[in-house]
């Protein structure tokens, strides 16, 4: 979708600004990203993928730094 793209294109922006991000935080349903993360990867820039357990969201193991399940993220917002 076009909110796909522009937020690929901020990202990509991101990655190659003088004062890049140190890590990028994903919400990612389906692997529409990887191509990114493995930027983010060449470019020394944590990615953190946090994925819907359902989906193809599970490629991006062994690429992304870190990741997380929808139901964590939920867990942690619940905290009190």
Known sequence: SAVDLYLAIDAVASAFSRRAPAEIIILASDSDYFPIVK??????I????????RDLSHHYEGVADHLITESDLASACAYE
């Open 39 to 44: 930027l983010f990867n060449e470019r020394g």
């Open 46 to 53: 944590r990615a953190v993928i946090v994925r819907a357990a």
